[in-house]
T-cell receptor, first 113, second 117 residues
Framework: AQSVTQPDIHITVSEGASLELRCNYS??????LFWYVQSPGQGLQLLLKYFSGDTLVQGIKGFEAEFKRSQSSFNLRKPSVHWSDAAEYFC???????????FGSGTQLTVLP | DVKVTQSSRYLVKRTGEKVFLECVQDMDHENMFWYRQDPGLGLRLIYF???????EKGDIPEGYSVSREKKERFSLILESASTNQTSMYLC????????????????FGAGSRLTVL
């Protein structure tokens, strides 16, 4: 079955430290891949997406993600975390034959001052 | 700025009540979705619609129904609310577009937190 896995339920980093959130997918073919962020009490906002081409994707708020076909991964990174980045992050995938996204279970990010 | 508006941010209902959750988008999107969000489970798709008056079941449709009488409005209905339907409900929309570049990028509403007592 197609699935998206975010292995880390909760991550804590200090402000200014680097960040990497993991995402793995299980699909027959490379799906379209997305990262969304949800701030407390809000809906989800798209950070970035990968459809094809360059495997390093730049998004909003200084985030980037790297697609690695050999590892079936699409990890989200940020070189220096800000306190306002505290939120829940969701990875999602869409296969070519499907018409709706499959979401991972989310990673809650806490940023320490 | 494009928007998906969920009319009720917080609702408290009693077991057995009929509940309507309304969602309106102003982007002329063809596709609309209802998700349920629970801690540790991520987002699970309840129902979706690709056109007016059409609907398709998602992963967890039991206990829910939907209505799409107009392109911009997609309603989620709980015919008889139960305590296990206490959750955050998220509405989203997307365009079909031509190819993947603009399609399938979901725009979400702020969510409706439902408590069933």
């Amino acid at each position: 079955a197609q699935s998206v896995t975010q292995p880390d339920i909760h991550i804590t980093v200090s402000e200014g430290a680097s960040l990497e959130l993991r995402c793995n997918y299980s699909y027959g073919a490379t799906p379209y891949l997305f990262w969304y962020v949800q701030s407390p009490g809000q809906g989800l906002q798209l950070l970035l997406k990968y459809f094809s081409g360059d495997t390093l994707v730049q998004g909003i708020k200084g985030f980037e993600a790297e697609f690695k076909r050999s590892q079936s991964s699409f990890n989200l990174r940020k070189p220096s975390v800000h306190w306002s980045d505290a939120a829940e992050y969701f990875c999602a995938a869409l296969s070519g034959s499907a018409r709706q996204l499959t979401f991972g279970s989310g990673t809650q990010l806490t940023v320490l001052p | 700025d494009v928007k998906v508006t969920q009319s009720s941010r917080y609702l408290v209902k009693r077991t057995g009540e009929k509940v309507f959750l309304e969602c309106v988008q102003d982007m002329d999107h063809e596709n609309m979705f209802w998700y349920r969000q629970d801690p540790g489970l991520g987002l699970r798709l309840i129902y979706f619609s690709y056109d007016v008056k059409m609907k398709e079941k998602g992963d967890i449709p039991e206990g829910y129904s939907v209505s799409r009488e107009k392109k911009e409005r997609f309603s989620l209905i709980l015919e008889s609310a139960s305590t296990n339907q206490t959750s955050m409900y998220l509405c989203a929309s997307s365009s079909t577009g031509n190819g993947p570049s603009g399609a399938n990028v979901l725009t979400f509403g702020a969510g409706s937190r439902l408590t069933v007592l």
